[in-house]
């Protein structure tokens, strides 16, 4: 959680000064820390240097993705999974609630949740007998605006703080490995039926992949539909997992994340990071 909190100071640093290429020694002083620390820093989060970092935040970077991402889409959707990111080498598997479960708001349902650290912040992770139906970061409003969005959301179900319960869910999503035997994560989702679909349609975009609003609409079926799937992009009640954040204005702006545009930038830069770029060379960046 500190390395997050520190990134994230440095991700606006970096974007408010990219245009003068500031040295590390700059950037290190903007978040406390030495130069060494600074590289460290990052080499420990994203397994890569500042200024290889600032790459995979610049707008440049965004449009020249965005460019080659119509072919990629394609062959995701054709294939009927997203790629070989780690997410989903866990298998992340969909249940809907049912029409009669939507219409009572939850109501039997126990949402057992708690209060979490990850690469990119606190969260606050709620989960079901039949699967994960939260996962929301949140920063300086504090937990109980997370807590007061959950209950919100499933107004009829029962709640309980349990942190010794979630912590394994956790674990899975954020941990650097995978277990050989591990079981498949469930997402258990409340939504209308036009939600679901879209939601259904960003577990097949592949990691590291950026994608236009009008894209995935089209990929559904919906070319018209762009500000109704960017609607059912902003209730996404499942951050990260469902991922949301490879989803851009056509102009490569990062605008509208409900998480903060921040930390969508960091989780972008961050899977950008852990793809081998190395033959990459884009222009500006």
């Known amino acids: 959680m500190e390395d997050y909190e520190k990134i994230e100071k440095a991700i606006v640093f970096l974007e408010e000064n990219h245009h ?9 002083e903007n978040i406390a820390l030495s130069p060494h620390h600074t590289q460290r820093l990052f080499k420990r989060w994203a397994g890569i240097s500042p200024k290889q970092f600032l790459q995979f935040l610049t707008l440049e970077y965004a449009k020249h993705i965005l460019e080659n991402s119509g072919s990629l889409l394609d062959a995701a959707f054709e294939a009927g999974l997203s790629g070989t990111g780690r997410l989903h080498d866990l298998f992340i598997t969909f249940d809907a609630v049912t029409p009669g ?5 939850g109501k039997y349902v126990l949402i057992q949740y708690g209060i979490h650290s ?15 139906c939260w996962l929301s970061f949140f920063g300086a409003e504090g937990k109980e605006r997370s807590e007061y969005e959950l209950r919100r959301h499933w107004r009829g179900a029962r709640f309980e703080e349990k942190p010794g ?15 050989p035997g591990q079981k ?5 989702l409340k939504g209308t039926n036009f939600q679901i679909k879209v939601w259904e349609a960003l577990l097949n975009l592949p990691e590291g992949g950026l994608f236009t609003y009008k894209s995935l609409a089209a990929a559904i079926g919906k070319p018209r539909a762009t500000r109704a799937v960017a609607s059912a992009i902003g209730q996404n009640p499942v951050s990260y997992l469902i991922p949301c954040h490879r989803v851009l204005r056509k102009s490569g702006e990062v605008t509208g994340y409900r998480w903060g545009p921040v ?16 033959t990459m060379n884009i222009e500006g960046c």
């Open 20 to 28: 003068r290429q500031p040295s590390l020694r700059e950037i290190g």
């Open 101 to 105: 479960e939507f219409k009572h708001q």
């Open 184 to 188: 498949p994560l469930t997402l258990y």
């Open 263 to 278: 930390r969508k930038k960091a989780i972008i830069a961050w899977e950008a990071a852990q793809r081998d770029h190395s």
């Open 165 to 179: 319960v979630t912590a394994s869910y956790i674990k899975a999503i954020f941990g650097r490995g995978i277990n």
């Open 118 to 132: 990850t690469p990119f912040g606190r969260c606050l992770i709620g989960v079901t007998s039949r699967g994960i």
